[in-house]
């Protein structure tokens, strides 16, 4: 009888597995320790800037909407000076202390300080710098600017035959330091307004992750948004953009009645207006996990197997967690680098001081490639103004421009989805838009990949804000980066912790380059 009654007293063991508890939390700490170490061991970096702030004490070269300005639009130096306190001490009571100049509030600056669980330290992460105010640079990417403002209207399908993006191309082509796409030395109008990834210059404008059906649970969502009417275009006047710079609220925005597949460049700018965080790259996964098996990237350990489908790991749950993850990491790096860094000027900002030159108001150092530059007369004589006619009514974000927070959003998601997903697979059943947006007709034309339009894609999103008018073509191109960088470190601390026998990310950088995280 006892000996019975010692065996009904034991306790059951309920845990299975290779490790007992000990262990586990042992090696739980390991993965977490190493992962730690690797990223504290990386080299400290020498953050450098273009130098505008040093250069021009009045601050013309720097972002400061929201703060007051003067007449001409520059900013209160007492009050920059408060601002760029606050962000060197990073106190709450001194960030209560900026003046501001109107109702609108500063964006998020203290995001600069904050730290993360995985991935690079956000202050570890390094970006080019970006041109300087007075450099030819500068001025072939505003001119740029001004163009995508003047051309927002014309179907991305007649970019051949407009003569507005025909004049477009052919000024472009002749500016001494522009940095966009070439063919044969060249700007075209099949290069024109385009990145520069791998896949960018191959069929339409648009990536087919923002025409395509996409797959949402028990529905379908078809890519037509709403966008506003054609030449809905803002702070044209002189005094609606003082107001504005100095943090006043827009009138409303005016919508068209219909919805429309992106079509031009006013289309893409309101996508990129509208959009949360991770849409685009949230969508474009839902996609690609309708392509089937032959989508997946060939290191995927469940690809194969007989017995076992990837789900947790490796299989839809893990890839959309993962999209979605890395992009406000991804902001983490940009608001750094926006506000403790370099504190560039945002394209409207930089209009205000064309317009004052012009006019003779002021004498600032623009370089003479972009005053003497068709467009922006093009711009006076439509507008009476040589300001930058924007897309949105409230203009720009009132945190600085550079990098571009939707390219490095961009950046970080689509990383993520070369790694799970074949790069080389040729997308089923591509499409096109007609010219008035209102349907989708068959691409027949190079075959498009994965890697290829999820290029596109990012550069789509970069370069959108662009054509709104509220950032930069460098901003966006180095946002794309900063973006893949950290999506490729937030996936070799990952790498780390499966079970699974697993040979490593590898996927194309943007800058056509392969790389194994193993």
């Avoid at 926006?338 to 504190?343: E, S, Y």
């Avoid at 209009?351 to 068709?374: F, M, T, W």
Wanted: charged share 20%.
């Amino acid at each position: 009888m006892g000996k019975k009654r010692d065996k009904k007293s034991k306790k059951k063991k309920c845990v299975i597995g290779p490790l007992n508890a000990e262990k586990r939390n042992d090696k739980a700490f390991k993965v977490r320790y190493k992962a730690a170490q690797y990223q504290m061991e990386a080299p400290l970096l020498d953050h450098q800037c273009n130098g505008d702030e040093y250069l021009f004490p009045n601050k013309i070269g720097n972002f400061s909407k929201g703060l007051p300005h003067n007449s001409l639009g520059e900013v209160d130096i007492n009050s920059y000076n408060i601002f760029i306190k606050a962000m060197n001490s990073g106190k709450l009571s001194d960030y209560n202390s900026i003046p501001m100049g109107g109702v609108v509030k500063l964006a998020n600056p203290q995001a600069a300080y904050v730290f993360d669980l995985f991935g690079a330290d956000c202050h570890k992460m390094s970006l080019a710098v970006p041109p300087a105010f007075n450099s030819a640079w500068a001025a072939g990417e505003m001119a740029e600017i001004y163009w995508q403002a003047l051309t927002r209207d014309v179907p991305l399908s007649e970019y051949n035959t407009n003569p507005l993006t025909i004049a477009a191309a052919t000024e472009i082509s002749g500016l001494s330091d522009f940095r966009g796409p070439k063919v044969s030395g060249a700007v075209t109008t099949e290069t024109l307004f385009r990145g520069d990834t791998p896949g960018d210059l191959v069929g339409p404008y648009i990536s087919q992750f923002l025409w395509m059906d996409i797959p949402f649970g028990a529905g379908t969502i078809t890519q037509q948004y709403r966008t506003t009417a054609a030449r809905s275009d803002h702070m044209t006047s002189y005094d609606e953009w003082l107001n504005i710079q100095n943090g006043e609220l827009p009138v409303a925005q005016k919508l068209d009645p219909k919805s429309y597949y992106i079509r031009n460049g006013r289309d893409l700018s309101e996508y990129v207006h509208q959009d949360f965080t991770y849409q685009a790259p949230l969508s474009a996964c839902l996609i690609l996990l309708g392509f089937g098996k032959g989508a997946i990237d060939q290191s995927n350990p469940y690809l194969n197997s007989t017995t076992e489908g990837g789900f947790v790991t490796f299989g839809a749950a893990h890839i959309l967690d993962l999209v979605t993850k890395v992009t406000r990491v991804a902001l983490e790096a940009a608001w750094f680098q926006k506000f403790l860094i370099h504190r560039r000027l945002r394209p409207e900002e930089f209009g205000g001081r064309v317009h004052n030159h012009l006019i003779g108001k002021a004498c600032y150092p623009i370089h003479k490639e972009l005053l003497d530059s068709q467009v922006v007369y093009k711009v006076f004589n439509e507008f009476g103004t040589y300001l930058l006619p924007m897309a949105y009514p409230e203009g720009c974000p009132t945190h600085p421009a550079y990098p571009a927070g939707h390219a490095c959003i961009a950046g970080a998601g689509v990383t993520v989805l070369k790694a799970f997903f074949n790069e080389s697979f040729v997308i089923p059943n591509p499409v096109a838009v007609i010219s008035d947006g209102s349907s989708l007709t068959p691409y027949v034309g190079t075959p498009l990949t994965i890697g290829g339009e999820l290029n596109k894609l990012a550069s789509n999103i970069a370069l959108g804000r662009d054509t709104a008018g509220v950032h930069w073509r460098s901003d966006g191109i180095e946002g794309l980066k900063l973006g893949e960088a950290v999506a490729i470190e937030i996936l070799r601390d990952y790498r780390k912790t499966y079970n699974e026998s697993f040979s490593g990310f590898s996927l194309t950088k943007f800058d056509g380059t392969t790389i194994n995280i193993k």
